[in-house]
DNA sequence: ATGAAAGCGCTAACAA
DNA sequence: TTGTTAGCGCTTTCAT
C-alpha cells in the first residue's frame, strides 16, 4: 500500500539497509553480486528515494527560492527561465515566490522558505530593505541579488550598469544627429532603475554639451500605461524633441502608442528607444531599438553563482553584465 | 550554533518537546502559564519549526510542482501567476518545471517531484501523454491539468471551450460584414488547441452558408515568427481575403507585422482577431482584438480544485471557463 | 563486505 | 495538564 522504503527493498534483497544505501549511492564496500541483488529489488518494488528523509538529515534539500515583485511580467519570466534552468541542470528545484505590490509578502515568503530549509535565495529587482536583511542573514543560506543591489551589506549581485546603459542609450541617439532629446523616466525613488538612467541620460547630454531640460523629462513607474500618459504629456507641455528614451520597454511601447494616437509616425516624425529588451520589442511594429538586458543569463548567471556559494566551492562575487544595443527601426537616422 | 530546535525550546522553557509542539499547535493540554513559558523560549531563541522534519512525519510537504512546456512565455507567466497566489493563500509553496520543447524534461521533472515528496500537480498546456499518466499515476498524488485535458483518464481539467472560442471569434468576425475570411491555425497535430479552433473556424463559416476554402488556412506554430510567415503566405497565395482568425495573439502579432511590411494598414486594409488575450495585444498599436481566455484565473482555479483534492475536500470535476471577445480595434465593421 | 544502531527534528499515541 | 516514547525514511559511524 505505502510506497516502498528502504527498509522494504533490504529486506526483499536480503541486505541491510546499510547496505542498500552504499549501493545506491555508489560508495564502496559491496560486492557485485549485493548490488545486483539490491539493484533488482529496487526495480521490483519501483523504489523511489524519499528527500525529505534524506535532507532532514543531510541539512540539504536541493531547493532555491526566487523572489519576484511580479512573475508575471515579461520582465520576471525571462529571470525565471535562467534560474530555472540553471537550477535544474545542478539538481536543484525552485520555488517561486511572488511578493506582490511593494514587497508585501516578502517577509512571509522568507519566513517559509526558511522552514521549508531551502539552500538557497535568488532576490530579484526589488530594493533589500533592512529588514529583509535582517531576516535573510538570519537564515544563514547564501542569497545572490538580481538587478538590484546593495552597498551596505556584503550580498553578491548580477545586474548591468543602468548608468552607463541609459548613457549610451542616449549617446545612440545623439551620434544618429538627435539633440532634443526627451526622456521617460521610471520612479525616481528607485535607486536601481530610476536615478541612475537618468543620471547616465543627463550626462550623455552634458558630455556633447546639449543642455538639460527638465521639462523635456516625464515620469512613469515602468509600466505601459504609465509609459503612455508620459508620452502624452511629453508631447502637450514639453519643448520639441525628435526622440525620446524611455527606461523600459514596456513604457517605450506605451510611448509609441501614445504617438501613434497622435498620428506620428515612427521613426519618421519620432525616434524612441527603449530599455529592457523583452520579447516585446521585436514583435511590435516597427521594431523597437532598445537596450539589451541579458535577463535569462542574468538569472542563469546568478543561480550559478549561488549554487557555487551553497556548495561553498566560491567566494561572493558580483557580476556587472554588459548591455548593448539592439539595433532595430525606431531611431531615425537625421542628416 | 545550529539553529534551535524544539527541543532547546522544551529545555529552556522547563517542559517537554510534547508541550512545545502543543502550544505551537495551539492545541489543547496546557495551562496559560506554560503557554507563556514556551512562547518566551520561542522568542528568546528564535525558534522556527522544520518543515522537512514536519513533512516527513505528516507526509505532507505543503508543496505543489507546477509544469509548463515554456515558463517564459507569456501565456505560462500569466497561469503561474494565478497559481502561485492561490497556492500562497492556501499555505502552499509551489516548485515551477520547465518542461522544454516537446517535453524533454517531463519524466525527469516528475521524478524529483515525486522525490521530494510534493503533495499535488498542476500540468499545463502539454499533451498528457500516456508515459505522463502512468508517472503521474504511480505517485498517488492528485492532478489537475491546465489549457489541455484527457479523455482517455480521469483527470479534472481546467481549460476554455476552444472549438467554441474559435467559432464565436470567426462568427465575430462574420457579423462585421466579413465573408472572405483567413485563418492562422496553430500546429494541427496539437489536439487541444490545433485541431478544435480550425473546426470552429469552419463551423461558423459553414453556419453561415460560407464555403471553406483550404487555401485561406495557413499553419503556423503559435509563436510570433511563424504567425509572421504565415501571414505572408496568405498574402502571396490565399485568394483574396478582408478578415484573419488567427489561433494565437503571437501569431497575430507576427501577422499583423507582416501586414505592416506589405503597407497594409490595419483594421482599414484588413482585419484582424486574435486568440488568448496576452499583455502584448493591448500594448500594440493599434490594440488588438482577442479571445480573451482567462489565463491567470483558470491557474487559480486549477490550485484551488488541486488543493481541495489534496485535502480531500473535493470530487474529482473539471471547469470548463468562460472566455470572451475584447473588442479592440483592429476590426472593422464592414459596410 | 556487511550489519546494528544512533540519530536528523518533529508529531502523536499512550501514560501518568 | 504534562511527559515519555516510538517512530517518519534516511545516512553514517562503528563494529564485526
Same mark, same amino acid.
Given at each position: 500500500?505505502?510506497?516502498?522504503?528502504?527498509?522494504?527493498?533490504?529486506?526483499?534483497a536480503n541486505v541491510s539497509v546499510a547496505t542498500?544505501?552504499?549501493?545506491?549511492?555508489?560508495?564502496?564496500?559491496?560486492?557485485?553480486?549485493?548490488?545486483?541483488?539490491? &539493484?533488482q529489488a529496487v526495480e521490483e518494488l519501483g523504489y523511489q528515494p524519499n528527500a525529505?528523509?534524506?535532507g532532514l538529515i543531510n541539512k540539504r534539500t536541493q531547493t532555491i527560492g526566487v523572489l519576484f515583485p511580479d512573475v508575471s511580467s515579461n520582465f520576471s519570466s525571462d529571470i525565471l527561465h535562467g534560474v530555472e534552468d540553471a537550477a535544474h541542470e545542478k539538481g536543484f528545484s525552485v520555488i517561486v515566490c511572488n511578493t506582490a505590490?511593494?514587497?508585501?509578502?516578502?517577509?512571509? =515568503?522568507? @519566513?517559509?522558505?526558511?522552514?521549508?530549509q531551502i539552500d538557497g535565495i535568488v532576490f530579484t529587482s526589488e530594493f533589500l530593505k533592512d529588514e529583509y536583511y535582517e531576516a535573510l542573514n538570519d537564515?544563514?543560506?547564501?542569497?545572490?541579488l538580481v538587478n538590484t543591489q546593495t552597498h551596505k551589506h556584503m550580498i553578491p549581485y548580477v545586474k548591468v550598469d543602468d548608468r552607463q546603459a541609459a548613457y549610451q542609450a542616449t549617446d545612440y541617439?545623439?551620434?544618429?544627429?538627435?539633440?532634443?532629446?526627451?526622456?521617460?523616466? !521610471?520612479?525616481?525613488?528607485?535607486p536601481i532603475a530610476g536615478t541612475p538612467r537618468v543620471e547616465g541620460y543627463k550626462q550623455a547630454l552634458a558630455d556633447h554639451g546639449i543642455e538639460v531640460d527638465e521639462d523635456r523629462i516625464a515620469y512613469g513607474n515602468f509600466g =505601459?500605461?504609465? !509609459?503612455?500618459?508620459?508620452?502624452?504629456?511629453?508631447?502637450?507641455?514639453?519643448?520639441?524633441?525628435?526622440?525620446?528614451? *524611455?527606461?523600459?520597454?514596456?513604457?517605450?511601447?506605451?510611448?509609441? !502608442?501614445?504617438?501613434?494616437?497622435?498620428?506620428?509616425?515612427?521613426?519618421?516624425d519620432l525616434s524612441i528607444i527603449g530599455y529592457d529588451d523583452l520579447n516585446i520589442s521585436r514583435m511590435? =511594429?516597427?521594431? &523597437?531599438?532598445?537596450?539589451? @538586458?541579458?535577463? *535569462?543569463?542574468? !538569472?542563469?548567471?546568478?543561480?550559478?553563482?549561488?549554487?557555487?556559494?551553497?556548495?561553498?566551492?566560491?567566494q561572493v562575487s558580483s557580476s556587472i553584465v554588459s548591455h548593448y544595443i539592439v539595433e532595430r527601426q525606431t531611431v531615425r537616422k537625421l542628416p
Open positions: 500500500m505505502n510506497p516502498p522504503t528502504i527498509k522494504d527493498v533490504a529486506k526483499a542498500v544505501s552504499r549501493v545506491l549511492h555508489n560508495l564502496t564496500g559491496f560486492s557485485d553480486k549485493t548490488k545486483q541483488k539490491v &539493484l525529505i528523509a534524506r505590490e511593494d514587497g508585501k509578502r516578502t517577509m512571509k =515568503y522568507l @519566513q517559509v522558505l526558511r522552514e521549508k537564515m544563514r543560506v547564501p542569497v545572490v541617439l545623439i551620434r544618429n544627429g538627435h539633440r532634443e532629446i526627451a526622456m521617460i523616466s !521610471g520612479t525616481l525613488t528607485d =505601459y500605461e504609465s !509609459g503612455r500618459q508620459a508620452m502624452h504629456k511629453l508631447l502637450a507641455e514639453a519643448p520639441s524633441f525628435t526622440a525620446v528614451f *524611455a527606461a523600459s520597454d514596456e513604457m517605450a511601447v506605451g510611448a509609441m !502608442g501614445a504617438a501613434f494616437e497622435k498620428g506620428l509616425k515612427i521613426p519618421d511590435i =511594429y516597427p521594431p &523597437l531599438t532598445t537596450v539589451h @538586458q541579458p535577463l *535569462a543569463d542574468m !538569472g542563469r548567471l546568478a543561480t550559478e553563482k549561488l549554487i557555487a556559494l551553497i556548495e561553498n566551492t566560491s
